[in-house]
């Protein structure tokens, strides 16, 4: 593969525009201090983002709107594994980090292992946390965490139509 530059990649190589917002918590805990500090809003949600999918990308373009810098954290392949079941994820941990990375919205991206992201929007306090339409307030993990802390939580309306069981389930009927 080549990079409009002429460089020479390998396949299986994150692009440099994407390797760069995918952080470690520590590295994104100091990067949200420092954006904080210069009065920058923070915008945080999670999710497993399997197959990547309009309803992803609405979503998170939705969520970019709140604030000045969207920090998106990552299922891991493990954590996906114990929330979905033993055949998921499709696309591994990495991959999907890159995915969710190479979107223009997103500011930074991070992986985590637990099935919730509270010990991640403990360590963040984000001035905002987003979810779907399809959770209510009082199910949103960290909502309160956030609150405590002065931050707002919001819910975007679910795109209808798209998701992730249904694209697996169309290429099984279609393909098996």
């Known amino acids: 593969m080549t990079t409009p530059d002429g460089q020479r990649t390998l396949q299986n190589e994150p692009t440099a525009m994407s390797i760069h917002k995918i952080k470690t918590l520590d590295s994104a ?3 949200c201090r420092r954006l904080k500090q210069s009065g920058k809003r923070i915008v945080f949600t ?3 983002f399997d197959i990547l ?3 992803h990308t609405r979503y998170l373009s ?3 709107e709140l604030g000045d810098l969207l920090l998106v954290a990552v299922n891991s392949d493990a954590s996906v594994r114990s929330i ?3 055949k998921r994820p499709i696309l591994d941990e990495r991959v999907r980090a890159e995915l969710i990375a190479a979107l223009e919205c997103v500011d930074m991206v991070l992986i985590f292992d637990e099935d919730n992201p509270l010990r991640v929007i403990r360590a963040l306090l984000p001035d905002i946390l987003v979810k779907g339409g399809d959770w209510s307030e009082d199910e949103i993990i960290g909502a309160d ?3 405590n ?4 939580v919001k819910r975007i309306p679910f795109e209808a139509g798209f998701s992730t069981t249904g694209i697996i389930d169309k ?3 279609r393909y098996a």
């Open 29 to 31: 805990r100091d990067a």
């Open 46 to 48: 999670n999710g497993c």
């Open 53 to 55: 999918h309009p309803g």
């Open 62 to 64: 939705a969520a970019r």
């Open 84 to 86: 979905k079941g033993p």
């Open 145 to 147: 965490v956030v609150k």
């Open 149 to 152: 802390a002065g931050g707002e």
């Open 171 to 173: 290429i099984v009927a």
